[in-house]
C-alpha cells in the first residue's frame, strides 16, 4: 500500500480466501492483515481448486493468499471452467519462489483489474519483509520487490562484504521485525547472525534500483564446471512451456564436471512436447550451460511439503537413480520418473 501511495488499511474491508497451512508464517501474515483492515477470511480443510472456485463465488471473495502451486492450479480452474473470478481484486503468492510468468498469465487473462502481489519473507523475520505489488510486479515479474521502511538489505560475499549492485550473493537482512536468535540454541544464533545484527537468510539474491531478485537457495545452486547455475531460473523458463504443468531442477554428481543440471517435469494432461523440445525452448533464453542434460517426466504431482517448497533431495534420489549421465550435452533419451 505505502509503495502504491495508500493508507494501508483504507478502501472496502477485503475477503480474503487464505489457503496457507496455519503453522506457515504466510498464514499469520495473511491473518493479521486481513484482521487489521476489519476484513473476512475464508478458510479450507484442504486445498482443492474447484472448492476454492466456488468459495470465492459464494463469498465474494476479494483476495487470494497461497503458495505459487496453489495459485497455479486455481488459475488452471478458472481457465478450463470458463470462471471470471469477477470479485477477485488481489492475487498473492508467498512460501516459494513464484514463476516469472505466472503474472504474465495473470494479467492476459484479467488485464489491470486483479492485483498481483508476491514477496519474501521467512519465520525468522516475522513474515514478509519484501513486496512486489501491481505494476511493479508486472514489470519486474522475476523479482520479490522493495524492503519494507524498517527492514535493510544488503548482498554480500561469502566473506560478508557487501557486493554492488547487480552481483549476485548472500541475502542479509535487518530489522525491527527481524528475531533476536533461536530459543535456547545460542551456537545456531551465532551462526544465524553476521556482524552489526544481519540476519544471514541462506538465500542467493540480487539487487538492482533498490529491488530484490532471490535467484535461489544456496545449498540448490548448482556447479557444472566451474559455472554456477540458479535452479529456480531454470524452473521460470520451463514453466513458461504451455505444456508444463510443474517442473524441478536439480544438480546430481557428474564425474568431469563435478555437477549435471537435471529437469524433472510433468507435464499438462494430453500434453506431447518431447525431452528435446524442452531443452530447445531452455536453450532459446538461456546460457548453454544452464540447459538441463536430461529432462525426467513424471506423471505425478512433483513432491512439495506444506508450505508448497520443492522436496529436492526426494527428486535428488530418483533422478541419480534414473541412469547415469555420460556428459554428452544431448544426454540420454529422458527416462519416465516413478514415485516422485
Partial sequence: ALGRGAVPGMGPAPVSLMTFPFFHVAAFTSFYGVMAAGGTLVLMDKWDADEALRLIRVHGVTHFAGVPTTALQLLD??????????????????????????????????????EPRNGYGLTE???????????????????VGRPTPVTEVRITAATGEALPEGEVGELWLRGQSLFRGYWRDAAATDEAFGDG????????????????????RITDMVIRGGENVYCVEVEGVLHDHPDVSDAAVLGIP???????????????????????????????????????ARVLFTDEPLPRNATGKLLKPRLRILAESAEPLTGARLGPPAHPVTGA
Fill in 125 to 143: 523475520t516475522g513474515g514478509g519483509v519484501l513486496a512486489n505489488a501491481g505494476a511493479d510486479y508486472r514489470a519486474h515479474p522475476g523479482a
Fill in 254 to 292: 557428474h564425474p568431469v564436471l563435478g555437477e549435471e543440471v537435471v529437469a524433472v517435469v510433468r507435464l499438462r494432461a494430453g500434453a506431447t512436447v518431447t525431452a528435446g523440445a524442452l531443452r530447445d525452448h531452455v536453450g532459446g533464453q538461456l546460457a548453454a550451460f544452464k540447459v538441463p
Fill in 197 to 216: 545484527g544481519w540476519f544471514r537468510t541462506g538465500d542467493l539474491a540480487v539487487e538492482r534500483a533498490g529491488r530484490v531478485a532471490v535467484v535461489d
Fill in 77 to 114: 480452474a478458472a481457465e478450463r471452467t470458463g470462471d471470471g473470478l469477477a470479485s477477485l481484486t488481489l492475487f498473492s503468492t508467498g512460501g516459494a519462489a513464484a514463476p516469472p510468468g505466472l503474472v504474465g498469465r495473470l494479467t492476459a487473462r484479467y488485464g489491470e483489474r486483479i
